[in-house]
């Protein structure tokens, strides 16, 4: 299934250019009580919410994907996780692009085991209907196209051989970057550089995740092409290498890595993104800076 969020937390179910309002379905998840749980409770309870879609789906309302406004497809993630020079072809280019290699404060490794992941706070994120909002005007701003993996349950100590059976979903992620010398954590984590959407697509309906073209193209320029086979980490590994010290809850979110091309974005600008199996989808940068 193709899950989306929109208009201020509908859930639609997407079939071709409509959106079927199949919010009803929510009505399987348990009534929670204060102190709320600190993970997504749709992710929590997505099989039945998948079920109770199909209960529904016949007496939804049908709406014209162009009329909607799509809201990040996961509310409450726990963690937003992100996988550093996942893509050999990146790490050479990060050695090459002095602006690529700044933070790394005399690193010389380009191995993600040497870097370990990192967090995007979870204020950063927004969905495909919002505008990315630049900032730091006279610094680069990037754009890294990414396979978004969805947690669904939760996992401490995954190991190669069950990591799979923790994923719920698929989403297409931009992780937003504005270059420097600081932490990732801080140049990545303004308010919309974490862009998730336009929807997720459920595990069943992608069942090689390691075969998977994407690539984004700005303003019709093609600037990052590649496929999901070309991780160093794949995604039992990535799950496995963050369980060792975060427990993922569900909700929680995977960027799993960028490849080569990753380059400068600017007001007014037009991202086109596009994941096999997933979307493809415009999102748009505002067209001033936030100052």
């Given at each position: 299934m193709k899950i989306c969020r929109f208009?201020?937390?509908r859930i639609g179910l997407v079939q071709g250019d409509e959106v079927l309002d199949v919010t009803a379905?929510?009505?399987v998840i348990p009534a929670q009580r204060y102190p709320l749980p600190h993970y997504d409770v749709m992710i929590e309870n997505l099989a039945k919410?998948?079920?109770?879609?199909?209960e529904v789906k016949g007496s939804a309302a049908r709406l014209k994907l162009s009329s909607i406004k799509l809201d990040a497809p996961v509310a409450n993630p726990n963690k937003i996780i992100n996988a550093p020079v996942n893509y050999k072809a990146h790490a050479d280019e990060a050695l090459t692009d002095k602006q690529l290699g700044a933070g790394a404060a005399g690193k010389q490794s380009m191995f993600i085991g040497d870097w370990g992941l990192f967090l995007k706070a979870n204020s950063s994120l927004c969905g495909f209907g919002d505008e990315v909002k630049l900032?730091?005007?006279d610094r680069r701003n990037d754009h890294e196209i990414e396979l978004a993996v969805i947690i669904g349950k939760t996992c401490e100590r995954a190991t190669l051989a069950n990591a799979m059976d923790y994923v719920a979903a698929y989403s297409i992620g931009l992780d937003m970057t504005v270059r420097g010398?600081?932490?990732?954590?801080w140049r990545k984590s303004f308010n919309t550089y974490a862009v998730l959407g336009p929807w997720i697509v459920t595990k069943d309906e992608i069942p090689d995740p390691h075969n998977i073209d994407f690539s984004i193209h700005v303003n019709g320029e093609l600037r990052q092409k590649s496929n999901t086979a070309k991780l160093v980490f794949n995604i039992p590994k990535l799950i496995e290498y963050a369980t060792q010290c975060y427990t993922l809850y569900p909700g929680d979110i995977i960027f799993s890595g960028t490849p080569e091309g990753v380059g400068p974005v600017k007001p007014g600008d037009v991202m086109?993104?596009?994941?096999?199996?997933?979307?493809?989808?415009d999102v748009?940068?505002?067209?001033?800076?936030v100052r």
């Open positions: 208009n201020g937390n379905a929510l009505d919410v998948c079920a109770r879609i199909n900032r730091c005007p010398q600081e932490d990732r954590s086109r993104v596009d994941i096999e199996k997933i979307a493809a989808w748009r940068i505002a067209r001033d800076y």
